[in-house]
């Protein structure tokens, strides 16, 4: 009696401990395969930095996943979202509406418009600098700056 004691026990403190695992808020995962129809789902939400290339040996793509990998938080800290597409054979939507030749990185903003497009790696410092030029971005900044007034 004493050990199915034990065992219900033991039972419901594993339950109790995966609940509090699903309550826990999960990341969003900072780096995503490129292969959805269009941005809508970032929209207002996410500034998408798009990175293409004809395959992931690329040496563009891969010294770009290295500055975008070594400086994570950053991204993180401005809603940054990284799209990868290494397989021009997909014929991804994405893809058909860049147009981009070999290596190409897209900047898309909050409204999904896009900011900027280059053929070479950019280092975070100069994607973050360009970010925080976007107006949204500079008032995200004000924002975060101004004490909130709860009335």
């Known amino acids: 009696m004493k050990r199915l004691i034990s065992l219900v026990f033991a039972g419901l403190l594993a339950t109790a ?16 395969v490129a292969d959805m129809a269009d941005l ?26 290295e500055y975008l990998q ?5 991204l993180r800290l401005r809603d ?8 021009p ?4 939507p994405l893809r058909l509406k860049m147009r981009p030749r070999n290596f190409m990185l897209v900047l898309v903003d909050k409204e999904g418009g896009i900011e900027l497009r280059k053929p ?27 004490p909130r007034v709860i009335r």
């Open 120 to 146: 070479f790696p950019w280092d975070v410092r100069e994607i973050t600098r360009s970010i925080d030029k976007m107006p949204l971005r500079q008032r995200e900044i004000r924002e975060a700056k101004e």
């Open 80 to 87: 940054v979202v990284v799209l990868t597409d290494t397989d």
């Open 17 to 32: 401990a995966i609940a509090q695992g699903a309550d826990a808020p999960l990341e969003d995962p900072l780096f995503l």
């Open 70 to 74: 070594d400086r994570e938080e950053e």
């Open 89 to 92: 054979a997909a014929r991804n």
């Open 40 to 65: 809508s789902e970032f929209q207002w939400k996410k500034r998408p930095v798009l990175v293409f290339a004809n395959s992931e040996n690329d040496p563009a793509y891969v010294a770009q996943m």
